[in-house]
């Protein structure tokens, strides 16, 4: 390769990156088109020259973007250039499925290559006996490794972690520890802190390496490190971690063991992808569309979906009969049927506005104890604005609509009280969760629209009733 | 301050940090209280010695977590400890509230000891005859840094982005840089790579500190640096260099003007707070819940969440004038007003899942034209399997309850129907949305409910009529 193709930095304006990734960093259409033309044509030299170039992440893409069937063959073409750094950043179900294709012993010789967090976590899936199959053929030192971070719970630091760490003594100076960092020919290559232990191997400290080469060397590694440093439990679940290096803005941290020994480090680039995921994963839960992976199989999709609907379609039930009980009323005036779901979709959807903000303060940890009044209180001010408008609005248009003044105090009155319901439940009903230990997004918006629903025709049908505006 | 009470390491089993945090890193109630107590008995040293241990991020939050008649005597209390790094750390609402009972110069002060991309961040929200006071009281360096920021567009990678940063000729050694970097005195000593660049202070690579501590003096920087980098232009936006950071892993990327050359560096850690905005801003606008920040003034949460319900309101106004045209046939059967409502919810719900996965992928690029057709398909297959599973639970029931086998066909294949047109609908739209360039979150949430809604009354309204069930 000459030098001018390496050099080619990407996200320049170069016409060759320019030709495989679109503005957003996304792969051409075109360029996906023309590598999965070469591999269907058996021209795997020219499909391996096009994704050669290709970041490890790219390459990871290209699988998730082409079918499901053509997976396969494209595997086979480029296998030189799948290798652990591509399989760590591939999406977990489109990972399973292609290495579900590969030998124990194949599988075993990438693992080997990746670090131990990114090994477990392609192995960590696999069926029982296939995994022990791959434990097998790992030579000894990666197996220990892998077989050590498999005891830890899932989506736990234990298997985040990397145990390839930088460890020196405390009583070292600056100057002993750039000889150590200099000598040792089997330290890992790729960290950005040090951290500094005692004899008893607990952290007292962390050290940036710019720390380290802007301080004369006579200098005691005790003086320039950091004292205050956040130490990560090995059993600490994942969503956690995630938390922690945010509101800290870690680049990473040291784990440690129950008595308090250093045991491994995380680092930021490890974390990113599980602070996205918890983020992104309330809109998910609050709709009830599971993983919502569109790699997920689709039986799996359908399991978790299917599920949230029938729980749906039983809250629909207590609306329909407390309808159903009001059929009289209806009887005698039927346009209350068709302005009944008006009462209950806004309504709805003000509990779900409320219900996304609590959530979300949640996740964040901005909302605890010290302020929940505070914020229920806020809530229950916007509920009242809200509903105060939407009443308004409402009452006036369908007095005029049917020329019926008593509809509208009716309907108006309905919705005031609907909304201000929906931002009572949507506020209460996730802390309520959240102080019984349970997730506040996964229930609570069934929950919210069950009293929305129900609630908003019982005021309406039942205002409409005893206010005699069907007398 | 004795040394035992700094080394005590954050997270490990210390009883002073637990007694300020909790096992999620929360400030518990019992502190905050303490602090306030003391702050309102005016014991400003108390306060002070219970809030000086805290980090920065933890000062911030304390911030936030009081109500906010109190901030301005928190503040005054423990004034020497309230300084950049926590006013860097403090949420927008809550920062602007407090920075406005600040003088000018006071302001200035503050911004001085910042960060750049941290202090445009404090200022740019400011009235502008006070951002120019502000202005004016800085010193001419960090004035300069601040307003030629400030010439970038909001959220884009100029106003992210710090200015000090290290760069190197690419024809140094490695002891060449080593040396520069003990010798300069006024570098910046928070740094992870060093660019290379050349003699048009282009970047040509990046330089890990591990690789250069780990290199032998007299190797040339050129062969150790990575010359694939990831360049940021500077006027890319914010959500874009998060998803740049996230995909190819990075720690720090160089910023580059127009004509390539390097004006600045961007780190993780402040890209971390953006990734998370950004991942979970879905879940708020699915539900038209705005900025969705509990810190918001309510003012502004009532313009974002009012605006929404009353397009909810003129989307159910659809409905209503639907189900107002089939006043005939509810008044021949009003079970079918009771049932409505059921068909309607479930499709609505139904259409949410598909939206909340289809903009998810899409956020995160793992959605692009090239698998646009198979999650398509994809979303109708689960639709399907979903639509038979509800439609088949809700016929046989409906059908026994009401001893009325045509009812239930009828409400079967609503119901079918319904979570088809949602799945379809909530599929489509927001790839539609994302083909025209607008955000497919915001405006595809209010239609795919306007079509559940309408379709769902008017295919089971419509199919009783055509039916001669109520004949």
Redesign the interface.
Known sequence: MSESD??L?????STDSESRLDE????R?EF??RVMDHVEAGETDAARALVEPL?P?DIA?LF????SDERRALAIAIEELLGGDVLAEM?DHVRDELIDQFEPHEVAEVAGEMETDDAVAMIEDMEEDEQRAVLRALDPDDRAAIEEALTFPEESAGRLMQRDLIAVPQHWTIGQV?DY??AGDD?T????EVFVVDGRHH??GTC???????T?RHVAVADVMK???????VDMDQE?VA?????????SAAV?DGS?RLVGMIT??DI??I???E??E???L????GE????EP?RE??KA??R???A??GT??I???I??YF?GT??KM??L??????V???GG??G??????????L?????????TW??IL?EM??AV??GV??AI??GVGVGLFFLNPILGAVIAAAMLTN?LIAGCAGVMMPLALERAGADPAVASSIFV?MVT?SMG?LVFLGLATASGLVG
Chains 1, 2 share one sequence.
């Open positions: 390496i050099e930095p990407r996200g320049t304006a957003d960093d996304r792969l259409p996906v088109r970041h992440a893409d998730e973007l082409v079918d999406n750039i960092l200099r330290l290559t790729d960290f950005w952290p007292v940036m390496l710019s720390w380290i080469l802007r004369p004292r205050e440093q956040t130490l990560i439990p956690e938390l922690r290096f945010q509101k800290y803005a870690l680049i440690v308090g930021v680039d990113v992808h602070i996205q995921e983020a992104s309330d809109a998910l609050l709709s009830g569309a919502g992976d569109i790699n689709i999709s359908y979906r299917v949230w609907l029938i749906n379609l629909a039930l609306a329909a009969s309808i159903g059929e209806i009887t039927v346009a049927a068709a302005l009944m779901p008006i209950m979709g806004v959807n003000a779900t506005q409320t219900l996304a903000v609590t959530v979300r303060a996740a964040t940890n901005q909302l605890t104890q010290s302020n505070r914020a806020r001010r916007v604005l809200n408008t939407i609005l409402l909304i629209t629903d025709v």
